[in-house]
């Protein structure tokens, strides 16, 4: 990712730390939006000069207001937009005459309302020139050095809580709400930005700037929908390369939380499942409460890489270690293992047992000695992964019982969560200061901990290629720019080497007849149409026909009847396909390279189970056979082909190289789908069958993505 029009710390200046800003459209009534930015900057100590522009009135709040742009004393870096949808354009496109680095968009009425607003914000574009712009529909910016440059009320307060976490919002009214609750548990930012319609500045472009920050030590995105991943994917390596972690909460986990996210932000949140992959490729964490996005940085903050999903708790409250337990495998993490060390430690203590599951302190009597001897050896372990250290009543009224002896494992080698199950306030900011994480429920305590042990770094780009590519385009070609049916899905599946059964196309009975008779034995046949997708929910496929005479009569029946069905549908004949046996389990593997996320492989229960058991998983392609074999172990389907109750194991292996196959679709910028189903999982060492395949090419009416290079994930 670039900034062709301005260099990164000039616009990073202009955006966080201006010399001089504008606001436009400021008002003299405190009662409005507008008045706020010129209060706030007042507030919070910002040094730099600040110029309201409007034509109605000539002072606000003992500040000199100018009539416009081109009355200003001097060149501003940033202007602050604040004039209604309809103004908006010539205001941007004053700023970029008088020379403004860039321009923040206060109002709303662009992207997100309708073909009219999508004009506007077309025009903000022409306008701008080589102005960046941040928003519309951003409320601000917040920048803890003294930059409060925003609407949000949350400017009220007397201080800003400094610290170390940039903020990222799509939502304007969440960095007040993640500033306010962090300055609740004395958890500091450098800088906070709602970016908006992102109709220039993206999240990523900004979190790059955020990384060249030396008080930022971590990022936090709050996102509705995934705009520009290439950006994104630009921050996620190179926050990666930085040490600094990238946390995300992402709305659109539900279908009615993906409708708010697209009327809310004009665009489409995508489906969840991709989300979740995408963030996953690309070294992102994702959380699913908001309380842990700003209490879980410090678990990555520090600590080595992530090796397992082993996770110790130590507690000093039976109940509340109980609860965290719970939570922990509600997460998917495993219990580490009992320790001798540990049993050890705790029978000088009068204690016999524990070590295994939670590790209760009670009957020990908490004491520092005991606390820290035992955090010590669970971190010095090989079979421990993280600690869970959970603090009862002692964390609030005692913490030199319990709290104090964590001082110092910030610093340790594996992540260290504490869940205080009381209010205690003192304690919290303790631990928060001296970088540990610290949290307020078992619940977000065990999600921070998920997303720290289940986090990698970003997998590595990979090259086009341009051999595939180009056999896949021409196979394409040759389909004469019309929809393709099955044989032409067929071929292009075996440039991937991924094959079914023999067979062959029919236009004529004979034709069938003769293909059947070349196979020796019991054959399927399937209606070839570009039109009809899904052959057995229309009637067009007949299985197990035996003899030539039957096949003769099935090829008729299918022509006639699917004429009936479909009258407006291509009918290019008739598949006759020998019938496979000896299966073990059905699978279905699919592609797509998805508008918004980018290219997609998926791995679910095949045949008419795909839709009924929805058990699926997803990785951005294209995919290594590591890869392709954890995507094996994270869906249910398959426990059958693995052997289960004494049935014979499939072809495990050769399944997972077929959905690397597949993913190598994502070199190829001519397709846009395809999908295996059902692919036949056979019995081990005797491979996979494609039973069914379907490819849809890209059109030049769908939303295109660039094809595969250095510069996509």
Known sequence: MTIPRIGQSDLARALFAPRAVALVGASSNPAKNAARPLRYLHRHGFQGRIFPVNPSVSEIDGTRCYASLDDLPEVVDHAFVMVGADRVADAIRDCARVGVTCATILSDGFSEAGAKGQAREQALHEAAGDMRLLGPNSIGIIDTGGFACSANATLEMEALPRGGYGVISQSGSMIGALLSQGAARGIGFSSLVSVGNETDLTVGEVGALMLDDPRCTAILLFLEAIRDRHALADLARRADAAGKPVLAYKLGRSKAGQALAATHTGALAGDDATADALLSHLGIARVRILETLFEAPPLFIGSGPATGRRVAVVTTTGGGGAMVVDALAANGLEMAPALPAVQQIL??????????????????????????????????????????????????????????????????????????????????????????????????????????????????EISLDTALDGAVQRALDSAGGMALDEVDSRGICDLLGIHGPKGGAATTAKEARDIHASLAGPVALKILSPDILHKSDHGGLVLALNDGGAVAAAFDSLMQSQARAHPDAVLRGVLVQAMATGGVSEALIGYRNDPLMGPMVVLGAGGVMAEILNDTTMRVAPVDLATAHEMLGDVQFLKAARGFRGKLPGDLEALAQAIVALSRLAHCSGVAEAEINPLLICKEGQGVLALDALVVPQTKSRVQDAPLTKRAI
């Open 347 to 460: 029978s000088g203590h009068g204690v016999t047992g524990g070590g295994a599951g939670l590790i209760d302190l009670t009957l020990a009597g908490t004491r520092p000695d005991l606390v820290r001897a035992v955090i010590e050896t669970l971190m010095a372990s090989d079979a421990v992964d993280a600690v869970a250290m959970v603090i009862g009543s002692s964390s609030q009224f005692h913490p030199d019982l319990a709290v104090a002896p964590l001082r110092g494992f910030a610093a340790a080698p594996k992540p260290l969560g504490v869940y205080l199950v009381p209010a205690a306030e003192q304690s919290r900011r303790m631990l928060t200061q001296e970088g540990i994480g610290v949290f307020r429920t078992a619940e977000s305590c065990a999600e921070g901990l998920r997303a720290r042990l289940s986090r990698r770094s970003p997998i590595a």
